[in-house]
């Protein structure tokens, strides 16, 4: 699986970017109780307009966010992200303290300042990563990070999860102290980041035969140090990133690298429907879980043991799983792996059609289905920084980004359809079946240049 612990290197280039993660996700003491606030505070009938308020920003946010991060740097948009989501944070409790007719509209516009904030950070924190690797000529970090960075959130938010579970229990002090807690951890994760050095991103530089492709309609992007040309095509091509329309031309291209490549054009499509399926699958499959409890009438208070028990064993393999998907992709390569987790979910999905719904099969599929879902997500997003241009790396990202919102916010929807035309077993089978299309865009036609660049 590789080495656990990261190497003297790795630490040089990456201690600050792992550390401000391990701090801001230990500080997050608020994640199990957001819902539990707007309930308390708004009631159950307001829910819905806090998460429609957030979603909406953050969505609508990250493109712009994007494009700005191109245009004035990504330490600069990551460092104000955390520091507009720690204010976000702070307000929400804050808004308890204005008369009650305000409240609602303070908590939607407290929860909309976090999710600008997350936007602005959402993109740029990996572009900046990514380029400050490939500027000290360490490109094999890459996939490192991404898989070592999401061990270290998880097993973070498995502690904060803890800590946040025993001052309740213990009743320490009043809930809404987390979210003060939450605004720290964003503000020590600035204040961590504001000392790591950015180094100037740039254009990629294009082979000779990429740049024939690109007249006839069919340029794929190709990393070439040794280009004879590679220093006039990176002043013409920051030059064309600086020319006019300033940010909204900046996130056009953005846009543009997308659509103009093969590869990037079927990533989007899996990255878009593997969320909308499999992203789905693990609430699909927790409904099952509660449907087996109560046609075993177990009493509440075991369900309620059986969910914590799931949760925790779903956070402990999101801790274990992005670093066996490092150790899978430099075995089999990035479009095997994703083409496994896509796979081995669909597989188990497809399988709760006919466990009659018997709980331990129910929680080993609901265990599959998250850690695989790791697995993919963590050698997804290698896959596409590895395909990025860097002058437009963010604004790219948050492009994806927004995609994969939207196939999350379409997933709610989808199986509450299927919900209401099958049984929950047979609808998280539908599922499993609808991930399988995936597997079609991950065939070599389609990603062979990728496979290339994996050599280079």
Request: aromatic fraction near 10%.
């Amino acid at each position: 699986m590789g080495a656990l612990i990261p190497s003297a290197a790795e630490r040089c280039l990456l201690g600050r970017f792992y550390l401000a993660t391990v701090v801001s996700e230990l500080a997050h003491l608020a994640m199990p109780f957001q819902v539990l606030f707007m309930v308390r505070y708004l009631g159950e009938m307001n829910v819905g307009w806090v998460l429609l308020a957030e979603r909406s920003v953050g969505l609508l946010a990250e493109i712009p966010t994007g494009a700005l991060a191109d245009r004035f740097g990504r330490k600069l948009s990551v460092l104000a992200g955390h520091a507009i989501a720690g204010l976000g944070w702070l307000c929400i409790p804050g808004s308890t303290l204005a008369p009650q007719s305000y409240w609602l509209p303070l908590v939607c516009l407290a929860f909309s300042v976090v999710a600008a904030g997350h936007a602005l950070t959402s993109g740029a924190f990996e572009s900046w990563v990514v380029d400050d690797l490939r500027a000290a000529g360490r490109r094999d970090l890459i996939l490192s990070f991404f898989g070592r960075e999401r061990s270290l959130a998880s097993t973070a938010g498995v502690v904060a999860d803890v800590v946040a579970l025993y001052c309740v229990s213990q009743a320490l002090f009043d809930f809404r102290w987390f979210f003060v807690m939450t605004a720290l951890g964003e503000w020590f994760a600035l204040a961590i980041l504001a000392t790591q050095s950015e180094a100037p991103f740039r254009a990629d530089h294009y082979s000779s035969s990429s740049a024939t492709g690109a007249q006839t309609g069919k340029s794929e992007w190709v990393f070439d140090a040794d280009d004879p040309q590679a220093e006039e095509l990176e002043e013409l091509e920051a030059e064309l990133a600086g020319a006019e329309g300033g940010v909204i031309e900046t996130a056009r291209r953005g846009w543009r690298n997308i659509v103009q490549h093969p590869s990037l054009i079927a990533l989007a499509a899996i990255l878009f429907w593997s969320v909308l399926t499999l992203g789905s699958g693990s609430e699909a499959i927790q409904t099952v879980f509660s449907e087996a409890h109560e046609a075993m009438a177990r009493p509440a208070q075991n369900e309620e043991h059986d969910f914590a028990l799931l949760e925790l064993g779903s956070d402990v393999l999101g801790m274990a799983a992005p670093l066996a998907a490092v150790w899978l992709v430099t075995r089999l390569g990035t479009r095997r792996v994703m083409a496994l987790g896509v796979l081995l979910p669909a597989m188990v999905s497809l399988a709760m059609y006919w466990t009659g719904g018997q709980i331990g099969a129910v929680a080993a599929a609901f265990l599959i289905t998250t850690s695989m879902y790791h697995v993919f997500q963590t050698a997804a997003d290698e896959y596409q920084h590895r395909l990025l241009d860097s002058t437009h790396r963010a604004t790219t990202s948050s492009a994806f980004n927004l995609l994969t919102g939207l196939a999350g916010a379409f997933s709610g929807a989808l199986i509450a359809g299927l919900f209401h035309w099958f049984s929950p077993a047979v609808g998280v089978a539908c599922l499993g079946v609808l991930a399988l299309p995936c597997l079609v865009l991950l065939l070599p036609r389609w990603f062979a240049q990728a496979e290339v660049e994996d050599v280079a």
